[in-house]
């Protein structure tokens, strides 16, 4: 990371210290306290969040991604590890390949942790500025009251939906998405592309070899942040050869 200024980067570390050892199969679980992942000085990213957030929400859609290439990288390492037993029975260099997949999941694990962090920190800004909001409403016209009530009544009469992944979600925010019949709860955008990665690395893996021929979609392309997480989401798909018509978002 060049581009960094030296100061700035004083904290650049991934810590990864593991809560409990990792025995034969079982991967134990790995320290996720987001707030000592530090990519960057905490004030730092804290100053991002609070003024920028926008650039903060793309600073985990990034970090999400780069941990769905680990992922990958674990399974294209394993492949290759289960090849050398099979073909040769080196032993030893399995070995270097199986724990090296496991340091790579330590920094999977502690790059969710991070972006958990920093997801968190946003939520209290947004907390502060809504309580704001809340100490200046009795200066709001009565007006102005009337308009607040018809939105309140607007969002309480508002039915969840399924869209397929390449329509337009430009303003639309995920309760969840089906895939294969199963519906899966989210969170938010973030939380949808850890899901679906997780879902497609344990539950899809076999298709990313495979010679499944998937008719192409024409995907609506328009510009919003949302669209971006889509695009997101697509290109995970088409990697584990799924249809997109398989693939629907539930959006409120």
Known sequence: MGFFKREETQGLMINK?????????DV????????????FKEDTIKYVIENFPSMSEEIQRGLLEVSVILENTIDHIEDKSSKLIKDSRNFNLSQEYRDTCISIYEVV????????????????????????????????TSQDDIKLKEISEN???????????????SGREPKGFEIDNDIILVDDWDDLLVK???????????????????????????????????????EMLSEYKISLRDFKIIVR
């Not at 958990?116 to 309580?131: A, F, L, P, V």
Request: overall charge negative.
């Open 155 to 169: 969002e309480v009469n508002t039915v969840n939906v399924e869209l397929e992944i390449y329509k337009d979600f």
């Open 109 to 140: 694990e502690n790059i969710k942790g991070y972006v958990k962090w920093m997801k968190d920190e946003g939520n209290k800004e947004n907390e502060i500025k809504e309580d704001n909001i809340k100490e200046n409403e009795e200066e709001i």
């Open 17 to 25: 210290s593991v809560n409990e050892n990792i025995i034969g199969n």
């Open 196 to 234: 679906t990665a997780e879902i497609l690395t344990k539950q899809y893996k076999q298709n990313r070899n495979s010679d499944i021929l998937i008719k192409p979609v024409k995907v609506v392309e328009k510009k919003s942040p949302q669209n971006e997480f889509r695009d997101t989401v697509i």
């Open 28 to 39: 134990k679980k790995i320290s996720k306290s987001g707030k000592t992942l530090s990519l």
